[in-house]
């Protein structure tokens, strides 16, 4: 004689006449119910846990898409002016980019309707400021002459640009010029790499002009080279080198000085 437990009742199952008896623990949902019949249901059971758990893996999967489908990009780039796009105010705050003209810097810069800005140009060049008010943002563009500086927002979740902090902006040395600057690009300044771009030429500006980023004055700018990025001769070395000739002589000065006493 043998025996076999199912879903909490014990069968007895005699191997000349084949006959069963049931021993039960507990009550459950098979009493009364042949062999065959208690299998079916246990079946069934399994089948219906295995579709629950394949429906929620599906279900998760379908939510790891949607978070990867909405995943939001930064971008960074620097327009020429005119800049051919439209800004608007964001009703919850922020700035946005409403419009963008067809072949206009500012779509060849890669921007798109829809873009939330994030930062862009300070008035005197040398920060990224958030945008967040609208008319505030257009002043500080309009008193860009040249080209503006944008970081915006594609996609995913918008950011709360009220809690952005003033940024760097970047590095003026070994900058990537769009080609529209490297066709106007003539000087630049010897202590920061400000590199002139401007429509009006460089020698009709006045003498008293001053670096726009670090306020060095006209004197300090040299010829650019577009090709190389460096300056074509130079004519007085960095005003840092100066001051450290200046200081070296004088220190051996005085060691002769003193040594010679």
């Known amino acids: 004689m043998s025996s076999a437990v199912v879903a909490g009742a014990s069968i007895k199952i005699s191997p000349r006449r084949r ?20 299998k079916s249901r246990v079946s069934d059971l399994f089948l219906a846990v295995s579709k629950t758990k394949n429906a929620t893996r599906s279900l998760d999967n379908n939510k790891i898409t949607a978070r990867t489908a909405g995943a939001s990009k930064t971008i960074e780039v620097e327009v020429d002016k005119p800049l051919g796009l439209t800004l608007g105010q964001r009703p919850g705050g922020g700035v ?16 798109k309707s829809g873009d939330q800005v994030l930062y862009t140009s300070s008035f005197f060049g040398d920060e990224l400021w958030p945008a967040d008010k609208l008319g505030f943002t257009k ?25 952005l ?7 003026r040395f070994g900058r990537k010029l769009t080609e529209a600057q490297k066709a106007r690009a003539t000087h630049i300044c010897l202590d920061c790499g400000y590199i002139y771009f401007l429509q009006k030429p460089f020698d009709e500006l006045p003498d008293t002009y ?48 003193y040594g010679l006493q």
């Open 210 to 257: 001053v670096c726009p980023q670090c306020q060095a004055p006209k004197k300090r700018f040299a010829r650019y080279d577009v090709n190389t990025g460096k300056p074509i001769g130079s004519g007085l070395p960095p005003i840092g080198v100066i001051i450290g000739l200046i200081a070296g002589i004088g220190a051996v000065g005085a060691l002769l000085v």
């Open 96 to 111: 946005v980019i409403t419009a963008v003209e067809g072949g206009g810097n500012a779509a060849k810069a890669g921007l």
């Open 165 to 171: 902090p003033k940024r760097p902006a970047p590095p």
């Open 19 to 38: 006959a069963f008896s049931y021993s039960h623990t507990q009550k459950t949902t098979l009493q009364g119910l042949s062999l065959q019949e208690s």
């Open 139 to 163: 002043t500080a563009i309009q008193a860009k002459s040249d080209s503006v500086y944008f970081v915006v927002n594609r996609g995913g979740a918008d950011v709360d640009v009220k809690r």
